[in-house]
């Protein structure tokens, strides 16, 4: 009979530990870091309560992934807010300053991320998808995991341009016959691009390119893309390879593109900030970007996955992560004022 009790008594004394372990998470800390095996039963439950979810993201060509998102969870209402990653930036730490809470989860590029991180916004999380990717693209404090990479080089219109006529090296966009014939987006793309380019030229290069009367529009690097697309410009040296990819997949649009050089990488990064109204939800688009079915139509948009069990995209051999820097935000802003002097006269109206 005492051992009959004892061993009742043990039970109880185990359930109520394994009760204890794997307490419901209520705080976003909790809900980012919860590992218990009801995981995801009470995340769909948390978030069919929220209801909704907002994502402040930069991707110009996410659309696919908020939709495969929203069928698969489709009582989670999607709004998706899509800057500039500097924009998104400011705005979220103006936003948090102000002590207004709106975003729940980021789709932003790594270079925005760390002002982010130095400020307390994000959330440190676990997702069972994290240990499928390669542990270099994934934050060491497990704030963010790069969950896609693009790369910025030249980008042409093939009725335009051979594919043997188009410029091989930076030195061959000096070639007086693409006067007057390229064009570059204003935006982050622009800054970044002079950052890469100053890892292996010099100011004095960049003036030269200057003469070339590039036209410079104050929009994506997507809409120049579909700018040379259309045949209103010939070429650039600042458009990312994916939306390449993504265009001659859609509709075999005539634009091919090639690194000239070393490139530099727009990244992005699957975030949960740390006062997310909506964090269950947020973390069940966590998963999903992050997941085979996320990752494989990210790859179908062109990028590149790091996830270990999916065939990777061939990588340029030299690439330049310029937001690793911890004096990344001073030279930015060198790299916008001399974008400004050397390219101001040629903005596009």
Not at 207 to 217: M, S
Not at 272 to 279: C, D, F, Q, Y
Request: hydrophobic share 40%; charged share 20%.
């Amino acid at each position: 009979m005492l051992s009959t009790i004892r061993t009742g008594l043990l039970a109880s004394a185990l359930a109520l530990v394994a009760t204890c372990a794997f307490a419901q998470p209520k705080t976003v800390a909790e809900i980012a870091q919860y590992k218990g095996p009801d995981r995801q039963k009470i995340f769909e439950e948390g978030a069919r309560r929220e209801g909704k979810i907002l994502i402040y993201a930069t991707g110009t060509q996410a659309d696919p992934v908020y939709k495969a998102f929203g069928e698969k969870y489709p009582f989670i209402k999607m709004e998706a807010l899509k800057q500039d990653s500097s924009l998104i930036t400011r705005r979220l730490l103006e936003e948090y300053n102000a002590g207004a809470f709106n975003a729940d989860a980021l789709q932003l590029n790594t270079t925005g991320l760390h002002p982010l991180l130095a400020a307390g916004v994000l959330q440190p999380y676990y997702s069972p998808e994290v240990a499928a990717f390669d542990p270099a693209v994934v934050e060491k404090n497990n704030h963010w995991v790069i969950d896609y990479e693009s790369y910025l080089s030249l980008g042409y219109n093939t009725n335009l341009v051979s594919e043997a006529d188009a410029p091989k090296t930076l030195d061959d966009l000096l070639d007086p016959k693409w006067k007057g014939k390229m064009a570059m987006p204003g935006t982050t793309t622009l800054a970044n691009w002079i950052g890469a380019v100053l890892k292996e030229k010099d100011e004095a290069y960049l003036r030269k390119l200057g003469q070339q009367n590039i036209r410079i529009y104050e929009v994506s690097a997507r809409a120049v893309a579909n700018l040379i697309i259309s045949g209103e410009v010939a070429l650039s040296p600042a458009i990312y390879n994916s939306h390449v990819a993504n265009s001659r997949e859609a509709s075999n649009a005539p634009i091919a593109w090639r690194a000239l050089s070393g490139v530099y990488p727009t990244n992005d990064g699957a975030v949960i900030v740390s006062r997310a109204p909506h964090p269950f939800a947020a973390m069940l688009f966590v998963d999903f970007v992050l997941s085979q079915d996320g990752q494989k139509i990210l790859q179908k948009l062109g990028y590149t996955s790091a996830r270990k069990d999916l065939p990777g995209a061939q990588r340029p051999s030299k690439i330049y992560y310029l937001g690793d820097d911890p004096n990344y935000l001073q030279n930015y802003e060198k790299w916008i004022a001399l974008g400004r002097q050397v390219f101001g006269s040629g903005k596009a109206p």
